[in-house]
């Protein structure tokens, strides 16, 4: 999964979606990860990464993860 190309984000967390005028904050760690997904970073980079820095249990990463990454689709922000 990819973010899609066309997707506006900022540090602060703000994404846009121009194809249908959508816009969402998200909370820091969201944000890096979208910034890391637009790096075209791997979903596995993106995770040891997060856990080097943060203080998380790698169980409850891989729950937020899917929760997260199901909410993206949700909203049409990924391509496959």
């Known amino acids: 999964m990819k973010l ?3 997707i506006a984000t900022s540090e602060s967390g703000f994404v846009f979606n121009p194809s249908s ?3 969402f904050s998200l909370n ?3 944000a890096e990860i979208l910034l890391q997904m637009k790096e075209s970073k ?11 820095r943060y ?3 790698k169980s ?5 993860w ?4 199901a909410q993206l689709k949700d909203n049409n922000l990924l391509e496959f």
């Open 42 to 52: 791997s979903s596995d980079e993106i995770k040891k990464d997060i856990l080097n």
């Open 28 to 30: 820091i760690i969201g």
């Open 60 to 64: 409850l990463l891989e729950k937020d």
């Open 55 to 57: 203080e998380v249990d």
């Open 4 to 6: 899609k190309k066309n």
């Open 21 to 23: 005028g959508d816009s």
């Open 66 to 69: 899917d929760d997260f990454m």
